[in-house]
C-alpha cells in the first residue's frame, strides 16, 4: 500500500468488520441505524469543531506522508471520516456485548464512576489549564458524564462501562498506529507542551478520556432515540 493511503486504509480496516456483521441475524445492527446515524452526526459536528480548533491551536497535526492530502476545514477527509468510523465500530461492540451479555453486571459500578470520575476529570483539567488538550478534553468529558447522569440516573452506566473497556482495546490500537506505533512517523502528532506527556505506548494518556467522551455522548443520543425499553434480556430477544 502506498504511503499517502495509511490513514484511509486504517479506516477503512476499522470499519470493515462491523459494517460486514450488520446484517448478522443475531445482532441485526442495522435495525439499529435509524438512532445510530443521528447520534453520530450531531457527536461528529461537535467533535470536528474541536479538532479543527485544536489543529488550528497546534495541538496536533497530521503528517503528509500518509494522507491524501483533502481536506475539509483545514483536517484531512480521513480525519472527518474517523468521527463516523470509531463510533459505527465501538457502538457495535456495544450491541454485541449486550447480545452475548445480557446481565448488566457492571451497573453497581454506574454512580461510584459518576461520583469519582467527575470531580477528578474537572480537577485535572483546572489544575492542567495550561495544557489544552488535557484541560478542554478532562473537563468537557466530565461534563458529558455529568449531563448523561443527570438525565438517565446510572441506567446505562454499566452497559456503557463494560463496552467502553473493551472498545478501549481496539481504539488504542489503532491510535496507537496514528501516534507512530510500528510506522517510521506518526500520521497525527501531538504537541506535547498540550498535553500532560504520559504516553501509553505512542498514545497520550488524554485519548482513553477522549473515547470516553466520544463514545458516551453517541451512546447517550443513540439510546435516547432507540427508546430501548429493558437491557436485562435473553440474546435474541
Avoid at 461528529?44 to 485544536?54: E, G, Q, R, T
Avoid at 447522569?149 to 488504542?172: A, E, H, N, S, V
Avoid at 491510535?175 to 501531538?190: A, F, Q, R
Avoid at 506535547?192 to 458516551?216: A, F
Wanted: aromatic content about 20%.
Amino acid at each position: 500500500m502506498k504511503e499517502e493511503y495509511y490513514y484511509l486504509g486504517l479506516m477503512v480496516f476499522t470499519i470493515l468488520y462491523p459494517l460486514s456483521q450488520s446484517f448478522e441475524h443475531r445482532i441485526k445492527y442495522y435495525k439499529k441505524w435509524p438512532a445510530l446515524w443521528p447520534a453520530t452526526l450531531f457527536t461528529a459536528l461537535v467533535y470536528i469543531i474541536w479538532d479543527h480548533w485544536f489543529t488550528v491551536q497546534g495541538v496536533w497535526w497530521f503528517n503528509e506522508r500518509y494522507i491524501l492530502g483533502v481536506y475539509l476545514f483545514d483536517l484531512p477527509v480521513e480525519e472527518i471520516s474517523f468521527f463516523f468510523i470509531v463510533p459505527f465500530a465501538c457502538i457495535f461492540i456495544y450491541e454485541v456485548l449486550i447480545y452475548f451479555f445480557p446481565k448488566d453486571w457492571l451497573q453497581p459500578l454506574g454512580k461510584p464512576m459518576v461520583y469519582i470520575l467527575v470531580p477528578a476529570l474537572l480537577i485535572l483539567g483546572l489544575i492542567s489549564w495550561d495544557k489544552l488538550y488535557t484541560a478542554f478534553n478532562f473537563i468537557f468529558s466530565s461534563l458529558i458524564l455529568l449531563i448523561h447522569f443527570l438525565i438517565f440516573k446510572d441506567k446505562l452506566l454499566g452497559r456503557f462501562l463494560f463496552g467502553y473497556l473493551i472498545t478501549l482495546i481496539p481504539f488504542m490500537l489503532v491510535n496507537g498506529v496514528l501516534t507512530g506505533s510500528w510506522l517510521d512517523e506518526p500520521i497525527v502528532g501531538y504537541n506535547n507542551e498540550e498535553n500532560l506527556g504520559i504516553r501509553l505506548g505512542t498514545v497520550p494518556i488524554e485519548d482513553s478520556v477522549y473515547l470516553l467522551g466520544m463514545l458516551l455522548l453517541n451512546i447517550s443520543i443513540y439510546e435516547k432515540l432507540l427508546n430501548r425499553k429493558t437491557f436485562d434480556r435473553k440474546p435474541g430477544l
